[in-house]
């Protein structure tokens, strides 16, 4: 039996992880786009990698559950790598919630229960969660453990609570970070590791959508007014995630690896600041 790494959201990010854990190893590269996955494909099928594509629709529990069989069915699941996601610029806030949180659950909870012995997970979060305000201890627990398909029906994600796509991918990635959190206990039963990044604002399609989008402005500034004074790529996301998915990050689990050139730093003590945040200090 081989060895596989299943990467959901075959874009810039998830191929630069996969491009670090994948050698020697079957990488099932799994996207809402098969001509994306398709793409992907080639270029690692020509760098040397054994690669296979398949679609998926993470926001579809009968989808998410095929992958895991198709997956499971090539050979031992020794990795996962889930980078599929859309933002604000790209969804409204219903779609956001469906893809980003519900859809990152449900790919949690199917994994967890066929991912083999030794294996780890990575789940790409974003800074956007840690810039979002405090929630309750209860609104923590309920997004770390509410059922997968009980999560969408919370109070809190109601659509007179989440009423602009910000706030809707907001919550969903501090969500992410929170149900990883949850479900290392789970996955640890079997002896497996999950962990969550969180990039800031990383060269890929997407960021650049949102660069180019009516939120550029703001994007450009953070990266100005940032102590690293640039964005990051998507290769250095992949040595984090090579690290949290090797044996140097084998005591790694239920954590979240914030990785934003200080852009978050900046926002609660630097130039970056909300004025009242920077009256109150």
Same mark, same amino acid.
């Given at each position: 039996?081989?060895?596989?790494?299943?990467?959901?959201?075959?874009?810039?990010?998830?191929?630069?992880?996969?491009?670090?854990?994948?050698?020697?190893?079957?990488?099932?590269?799994?996207?809402?786009?098969?001509?994306? &996955?398709?793409?992907?494909?080639?270029?690692?099928?020509?760098?040397?990698?054994?690669?296979?594509?398949?679609?998926?629709?993470?926001?579809?529990?009968?989808?998410?559950?095929?992958?895991?069989?198709?997956?499971?069915?090539?050979?031992?699941?020794?990795?996962?790598?889930?980078?599929?996601?859309?933002?604000?610029?790209?969804? &409204?806030?219903?779609?956001?919630?469906?893809?980003?949180?519900?859809?990152?659950?449900?790919?949690?909870?199917?994994?967890?229960?066929?991912?083999?012995?030794?294996?780890?997970?990575?789940?790409?979060?974003?800074?956007?969660?840690?810039?979002?305000?405090?929630?309750?201890?209860?609104?923590?627990?309920?997004?770390?453990?509410?059922?997968?398909?009980?999560?969408?029906?919370?109070?809190?994600?109601?659509?007179?609570?989440?009423?602009?796509?910000?706030?809707?991918?907001?919550?969903?990635?501090?969500?992410?970070?929170?149900?990883?959190?949850?479900?290392?206990?789970?996955?640890?039963?079997?002896?497996?590791?999950?962990?969550?990044?969180?990039?800031?604002?990383?060269?890929?399609?997407?960021?650049?959508?949102?660069?180019?989008?009516?939120?550029?402005?703001?994007?450009?500034?953070?990266?100005?007014?940032?102590? &690293?004074?640039?964005?990051?790529?998507?290769?250095?996301?992949?040595?984090?995630?090579?690290?949290?998915?090797?044996?140097?990050?084998?005591?790694?689990?239920?954590?979240?690896?914030?990785?934003?050139?200080?852009?978050?730093?900046?926002?609660?003590?630097?130039?970056?600041?909300?004025?009242?945040?920077?009256? &109150?200090?």
């Amino acid at each position: 039996m081989k060895n596989v790494i299943v990467v959901i959201g075959a874009g810039s990010i998830g191929q630069a992880i996969a491009r670090r854990v994948g050698a020697g190893r079957h990488v099932l590269l799994a996207d809402l786009d098969t001509g994306h &996955a398709d793409a992907a494909a080639r270029v690692l099928d020509e760098a040397g990698f054994e690669v296979s594509t398949t679609a998926v629709d993470v926001s579809s529990r009968a989808s998410v559950e095929a992958l895991a069989a198709l997956a499971t069915g090539l050979g031992d699941i020794v990795g996962v790598i889930h980078a599929a996601g859309v933002s604000p610029t790209q969804a &409204a806030p219903a779609t956001i919630l469906a893809v980003d949180l519900y859809g990152t659950a449900l790919v949690l909870e199917a994994f967890g229960m066929v991912i083999a012995r030794g294996g780890s997970c990575v789940v790409i979060a974003s800074q956007s969660g840690h810039r979002m305000g405090a929630l309750t201890a209860e609104q923590d627990r309920a997004l770390a453990t509410t059922p997968a398909d009980a999560l969408l029906a919370l109070p809190m994600l109601q659509p007179g609570q989440v009423t602009d796509a910000l706030h809707a991918y907001q919550l969903s990635k501090r969500g992410n970070s929170l149900r990883v959190k949850a479900e290392a206990v789970r996955w640890g039963k079997r002896g497996a590791r999950v962990n969550t990044i969180s990039p800031g604002i990383i060269m890929t399609p997407l960021a650049k959508d949102e660069l180019s989008g009516p939120r550029g402005p703001g994007y450009r500034r953070m990266l100005e007014l940032s102590p &690293a004074g640039r964005a990051g790529t998507p290769d250095e996301v992949g040595a984090v995630g090579a690290l949290l998915m090797g044996p140097d990050g084998a005591f790694i689990t239920g954590s979240d690896f914030l990785m934003d050139g200080g852009v978050t730093a900046s926002y609660f003590y630097g130039e970056l600041a909300p004025p009242q945040a920077t009256a &109150a200090a």
